[in-house]
């Protein structure tokens, strides 16, 4: 069976989806005896669980609160931090790095 679209459309599936829910036997059996098209159901169920996921899901934003620091504090927090950064090795030189690149990729 196909339902007509317009008014009414959605709340014929979301009906046919709720009532299927306390059906004991199988999808397609619902489906016949409903007289409605199994792959159109299917796609609609799926659409509605999505959407019901996503109405579910926490919407908004947390208040974080981040202590300020002290200058000292943040001078020494900043000073270990760029020892970590001058530990790493350096990197490659950009022009060796793009004619790298262009090499591999074979273009002349």
Known sequence: MNLPQGHGYTQD????IERAKTY???MIAYCREQNIDYDKF???????IK???IASKPVGFAKVQVPIANSA???QVS???MTKLKSYPQLPDPKWL????HNLIGHK
Not at 98 to 101: S, Y
């Open 42 to 48: 299917m796609y609609h169920r799926g659409r509605f």
């Open 51 to 53: 959407s019901q996921k």
């Open 73 to 75: 504090q943040a001078a």
């Open 79 to 81: 000073a270990s931090s």
């Open 98 to 101: 793009a004619e790298l690149i």
């Open 24 to 26: 004991s036997g199988s």
């Open 13 to 16: 599936w979301r009906g046919y």
